[in-house]
């Protein structure tokens, strides 16, 4: 692997694209570096977003991030799909398209969630092979977030750190790093967060992400919906400290506050990149 992150731009800090901000972007052309586009919601359609999406990337740098990829599922691989994404990717001019290490469906049949995959040395060659399926037929790089987890397999032989490791290592694929994820997972699961981040091979992450969680029966839940806790940023903090620089997005997706508020988690963002340099 290239160590410049397979030769892709640092495009600084971003935000993802929704729609309740068209409107704003277009007329008021916020300083922000970039655009996170979730290419499902711009996929089997011609509508008005996809207008919209048009005249944003033309302005903007833009990335895609999935979560219909399905890459941990025993279903064959979906090329109709990947044709979808690839001409949404050439479309707009998308830097990287990422996708989540887990599975969405199984038999045909979607489930509208993130599902969890065991690990196991079996699915890591598994998900390793359709990676490389799926690189083959995008001409780049496939980029993979870790999970958000709320349950272990007991047949695990594997960490979550270690499997992600090995799956990257082995597909030359890239890593986006969701802190806040990691962060969700220690809680959840009781493992140190730091340690996790020492065993990644963090000269692949081509992206960052960080976002808000909240309490649900006990457990913390990624739910996208409130300001980055403070332990969050103090793990982005670490994370920049042992080497991972790539661009950073902060995630909202439920309870959408407006581009203005937004703005203020970017100002957080740039000066914790600040104190490390």
Same mark, same amino acid.
């Given at each position: ?163 992600? =490791?090995? *799956? @990257?290592? %082995?597909? #030359? /694929? ?12 220690? $809680? ?57 620089? =790539?661009? *950073? @997005?902060? %995630?909202? #997706? /439920? ?12 100002? $957080? ?9």
């Amino acid at each position: 692997m290239n160590s410049d992150r397979f030769g892709l731009p640092q495009l600084g800090f971003g935000v993802g694209l929704r729609s309740v901000h068209y409107e704003h972007i277009l007329s008021k052309r916020p300083r922000v570096g970039w655009f996170e586009v979730l290419s499902d919601n711009y996929m089997h359609t011609k509508g008005r977003p996809l207008g919209y999406l048009d005249q944003i990337a033309a302005r903007y740098p833009v990335a895609l991030h999935g979560v219909g990829l399905s890459i941990g599922s025993v279903d064959p691989l979906d090329f109709a799909y990947l044709a979808e994404l690839k001409a949404l990717r050439d479309r707009v001019g998308a830097h990287w398209v990422s996708d989540h290490i887990c599975w969405t469906g199984v038999q045909g049949r979607y489930g509208h969630d993130l599902y969890p995959i065991p690990f196991t040395e079996e699915a890591l060659r598994h998900v390793a092979r359709r990676v490389c399926q799926v690189q083959d037929y995008l001409e780049a790089p496939l980029v993979l977030e870790n999970p958000s987890t709320y349950l272990d397999f007991r047949g695990s032989t594997l960490g979550e750190a270690e499997f992600i =490791a090995a *799956l @990257l290592e %082995e597909s #030359d /694929a890239g890593l986006l790093l969701d802190l806040n994820n990691v962060y969700v997972n220690a $809680k959840n699961h009781g493992f140190d967060a730091l340690a996790y981040l020492k065993q990644l091979p963090l000269q692949r992450v081509v992206q960052l992400h960080v976002a808000g969680h909240s309490q649900a029966q006990g457990y913390l839940a990624d739910t996208h919906s409130a300001p980055v806790a403070d332990e969050v940023w103090a793990l982005l903090e670490q994370a920049l400290r042992l080497g991972a620089r =790539a661009p *950073l @997005l902060v %995630e909202w #997706d /439920a309870d959408i506050p407006s581009f203005p508020e937004l703005e203020l988690e970017l100002g $957080k963002a740039e000066a914790c990149f600040a104190r490390v340099r």
